[in-house]
């Protein structure tokens, strides 16, 4: 199944979005044990970027909680990568920025995306993103569904190749 963005659109907004930036940090939002919201804490556990330019976190359900820390690492971009219920195909894929965002739900945080980003845009000065991806399910349960594992793994395929690019130069 093909999300419905374009790898190639997505590959170029995240380029976009990351142009200028001395330090990047990538944000896993979810909750492992709700099937799919599990999507941010597995891309952060696969995802391989070793480099002291960037920030790799598991935030969990309460990612507001990380803010000192993004603001200390002096993030300049800060990507979250969330399940998002964008009332859209299973494994659809967006890039959000927090102007776009309000249509957006995720039932299992406790702060809205939209305020979490301008809060986190506050704290840091740096610049906030979305990955939203469309869960097929998000029922307690371990492990990602079939079709948004696809998606995921093409995802962090995308995410280590354009930020490894634009660190090299």
Known sequence: MN???????????LRNFIRGANKIA?????????????LGPYIIEKISIDDPRVMIENVGSVPEGFARNLAEFGAERVIMVDAADMMKPP??????TKDR???????????????????????TGGKTILIGIQPK???????????????????????????????RG
């Open 3 to 13: 999300p419905v963005v374009s790898n190639n659109n997505f590959e170029d907004e």
């Open 26 to 38: 990538i944000l896993g939002i979810g909750n492992d044990l709700r099937s799919d919201d599990g």
């Open 91 to 96: 494994g659809h894929i967006e890039l959000v």
């Open 101 to 123: 965002i309000g249509g957006i739900t995720i039932s299992t945080h406790s702060m809205p995306l939209s305020f979490l980003m301008m809060y986190l845009e506050q704290e």
């Open 137 to 167: 399910s998000i029922q307690f349960g371990e492990g990602l569904t079939q079709e948004i594992q696809e998606v995921v793994d093409r995802t962090i395929n995308t995410l280590e190749r354009v930020v490894k690019e634009y660190l």
